[in-house]
């Protein structure tokens, strides 16, 4: 640890929510100190360190928790906009600090924002369940005077300040829209959600069902859900739904894990017509270059965080006006029309 020691011990104890006190016996290898502790204290000096310049800027500094239940892949992704977005907002400066899980979980996420309340926080960035739980952890985030923001999934009836994100119920029809297109009216489609308490995805579903019924109505719907969107869950789960429904030839994968989506495909040689997926992550770029799927929903991390960020520094005061939600721009991305930028740790 003391290889480490760049930064001054009143930085660290700021990003691990610790005491000078105890950052100072983990730098100094003191003993009597728990193993969880000097993780912290590493995973603050490795926020610190991809946070640099934030560190060494004069001003007000905020401190800004991101918590996300997700797929590493995305999480990730989100983690790095977020970080990228903090050197360009003024007039205070942020650091952010990650907690980031695969697994849906109410009663983690609301432990951790409590968590997060006793530590001390200026801000909150959440992707968690709609779950009496988090709606509890959240007022009391508000009692505290620590604002949220809800991102790609909201907590409608929190006390959240705000929603940033997809219009969900629009991407999902535009889903529908898309397979019905290029696939033809007939046939079956596969849905999968990585799980049923994030609100998002059920918007996608409720969204693409709708417009599918209406484009075309002879077309079955069979969905895959609650698998977390992690490989190893889904690829179970598709294997299982291919099998009873040999006559799916079109998927929405509203919740990711799509490698694993198309190697259950690949096991029975079979190809779906039209694949539309969310997010580009480094997954989905892939499988989108190499023609495994027909495109990509997207939406500008590094914009929604900086929304979000600014959300957060108006319901602090620090900046003027009253936090609205306002839902971000979808872009169908094909092959053919891949964002030309550095995003959210890919080069796209």
Not at 109 to 138: N, Q, S, Y
Request: net charge neutral; with cysteine.
């Amino acid at each position: 640890m003391g290889a480490r020691r760049e930064h001054r011990v009143v930085d660290i104890a700021a990003q691990a929510g610790l005491s000078r006190a105890t950052v100072d016996r983990v730098l100094h290898g003191r003993e009597g100190v728990r193993p969880e502790t000097v993780a912290q204290v590493s995973r603050a000096i490795d926020e610190l360190e991809r946070q640099r310049e934030q560190v060494h800027l004069s001003g007000r500094t905020l401190i800004v928790d991101l918590v996300m239940q997700t797929p590493e892949r995305f999480a990730i992704a989100s983690r790095d906009a977020l970080e990228a977005e903090l050197r360009s907002l003024r007039p205070a400066v942020l650091r952010a600090r990650s907690h980031l899980s695969e697994h849906s979980d109410a009663a983690a996420a609301a432990a951790l924002l409590d968590t997060v309340g006793h530590r001390g926080a200026h801000g909150v960035i959440l992707k968690a369940p709609d779950h009496p739980l988090v709606v509890e952890a959240v007022r009391r985030l508000a009692d505290r005077g620590i604002p949220t923001v809800t991102f790609t999934t909201d907590v409608p009836d929190s006390q959240r300040a705000a929603y940033v994100g997809m219009d969900n119920v629009a991407a999902g029809a535009t889903a529908a829209y898309l397979i019905t297109q290029w696939a033809g009216p007939s046939g079956a489609v596969l849905v999968t959600v990585s799980h049923s308490s994030f609100r998002g995805e059920e918007e996608r579903d409720i969204g693409f069902r709708r417009t599918l019924s209406e484009l075309a109505p002879r077309r079955t719907v069979y969905e895959v859900k609650d698998t977390d969107g992690l490989d190893p869950t889904i690829l179970v789960a598709v294997r299982e739904a291919l099998a009873l429904h040999p006559s799916i030839n079109a998927v929405y994968s509203a919740g990711g894990g799509n490698v694993a989506i198309l190697k259950a495909f690949e096991e029975v040689a079979m190809t779906p017509k039209v694949f539309v997926a969310h997010d580009l992550d480094g997954d989905n770029q892939s499988l989108l270059r190499t023609r495994k799927i027909s495109a990509v929903l997207h939406h500008d991390l590094r914009a929604d965080m900086r929304r979000a960020c600014r959300l957060l520094l108006q319901a602090r005061g620090v900046l003027p006006g009253k936090p609205v939600s306002i839902p971000s721009q979808v872009q169908v991305v094909t092959p053919y029309n891949e964002p030309a930028s550095i995003y959210g740790g890919f080069e796209l």
